[in-house]
């Protein structure tokens, strides 16, 4: 019998100030409504150039280690996902790695895919542990990213960061993964990148949003097609999809997610039609069921809400945000999740929640991590926006956290709280 692999536990850092989504519509001359409600936001995390991605990784990685007690010398891999890196060589994970004093005696690595970074980490871990080629050690998966846009720009409102650490092993009580029924999906398209030299992502935004939407189609039905062969859902009086407890999706704004749940529904509508062809008013109607969305989807949105885009951090903050929510209720029910990354790539999963999910949750201290953080104001929303690159502001970082601190001979300075 094959070993259980997945996430034994897991940890989120976030900037320490914030902006009130409205705040920011007022500013723009906006109604507040088109950013509630249009875009599903409610708070933005503001980083300064001393919150860089390593900083929060380590912090994430930090508290996991900390709060679950793991003892470093467990960990054979430490793969970093992120689109923010902050050299073209040399890896986060290589900071991290020096940060918390972790073992040699493990692999390290970035992996860079836009927003499917972190998930690909995730698998490469997963896969490692699965094939035995781990010896029974387990890896540290981290996926860090700051979601920076132009001031003015269309893509402003989405704005956020953050980082999620996920320890995978073979003792998954968070979540326990479906090795071998993924579903990918990839593309060569130009629908959002970053070129070498710009802090600004560009984005051509309705043509990026109908490329998440052919991956995610593509993706579920490569899952779907897996998990019908080993009978984990069937074809029925409930589709395949709603056999999901719930379905979580990379949210690069938390309104994506409503898009993205409509389209996987309408491939269940349209492929258990045997072929038929079903009328608009079939599709539409039932791809927009606000009764699926919300127990499926909705529940999982409340961190990402709060915190704002965090590239491949994103879906992992809905992991976060569902589990704090549910943990206890979704216990034993298997859940499915959709990442996605421009370029583009993505991937349908599956997991079942663990028993533990409620406990480690709990030492994650999601409302904690949360009320910690500062609101600001539009002024200094502007001010720390401003802010060069590389030049941090002089701050002690809080207890437990990490800051970059400076730059010297091209070297990266942090220092630890």
């Known amino acids: 019998m094959k070993p259980q692999v997945g996430i034994e536990a897991l940890a989120f850092a976030v900037p320490h100030r914030y902006l009130d989504i409205e705040d920011l519509a007022r500013a723009r001359g906006v109604e ?28 994430a990685a930090a508290r996991l280690l900390r709060r679950n007690d793991v003892d470093p010398a467990r960990i054979g891999m430490l793969v970093v996902g992120t689109e923010t890196g902050v050299d073209h060589s040399k890896a986060v994970a290589s900071h991290v790695q020096g940060l918390l004093k972790l073992p040699r005696s493990m692999r390290t690595f970035d992996a860079q895919h836009a927003c499917f970074g ?51 092993s ?9 090795v071998g029924l993924n579903g990918t999906c990839s593309m060569d398209v130009y629908d959002f990148w970053r070129p070498h030299g710009r802090r600004e992502a560009l984005v051509d935004g309705h ?29 029925g009086e409930r589709t395949p999809s709603e056999q999901l407890a719930r379905i979580l999706y990379h949210v690069p704004f938390c309104k994506m997610a409503k898009k993205a749940h409509a389209r996987v529904r309408r491939c269940d509508l349209e492929d258990g039609a045997g072929g038929a062809t079903l009328s608009p008013e079939a599709l ?27 590239y491949t951090a ?33 991937e349908f999963f599956s997991g079942v ?18 009320a910690a953080r500062e609101r600001v104001s539009m002024e200094e929303y502007e001010r720390v926006m401003a802010m060069p690159p590389g030049e941090p502001p002089q701050a002690t970082p809080a207890p437990g956290t990490f800051r970059l601190v400076g730059i010297r001979d091209y070297r990266r300075v942090y220092a630890e709280g």
Request: proline fraction near 3%.
């Open 314 to 346: 994103s879906l992992y903050l809905a992991l976060v945000g569902v589990l704090h929510a549910e943990a206890r209720a979704l216990a034993g029910q298997r859940v499915g999740l959709f990442s996605y990354g421009s370029g583009c790539c993505g």
């Open 353 to 370: 929640v663990g028993e533990g999910a409620a406990r480690k949750l709990a030492l994650a201290d999601v409302d904690g991590v949360l």
């Open 170 to 178: 073979e003792r998954p009580e968070v979540l326990s993964l479906d």
């Open 32 to 59: 507040p409504a088109k950013y509630t409600a249009g875009l599903g936001a409610k708070e933005m995390a503001v980083p300064d150039p001393g919150e860089d991605a390593v900083a929060l990784a380590a912090t």
């Open 118 to 168: 972190g998930t690909a980490g995730l698998m490469a871990a997963t896969e490692w542990i699965a094939s035995g080629a781990g010896a029974g050690r387990v890896a540290l998966v981290i996926a860090t990213d700051l979601a920076r846009y132009e001031r003015l720009g269309a893509g402003e409102p989405t704005q956020g960061g953050g980082a999620v650490a996920m320890l995978v």
């Open 207 to 235: 043509y990026s949003i109908d490329c998440y939407l052919d991956s995610v189609a593509g993706a579920y039905r490569g899952w779907r097609e897996r998990a019908l062969a080993r009978e984990v859902v069937r074809w």
């Open 284 to 310: 539409d109607g039932a791809s927009r069921s606000e009764t699926s969305y919300g127990t499926q989807v909705a529940t999982s949105l409340g961190l990402n809400a709060r915190v704002g885009n965090a």
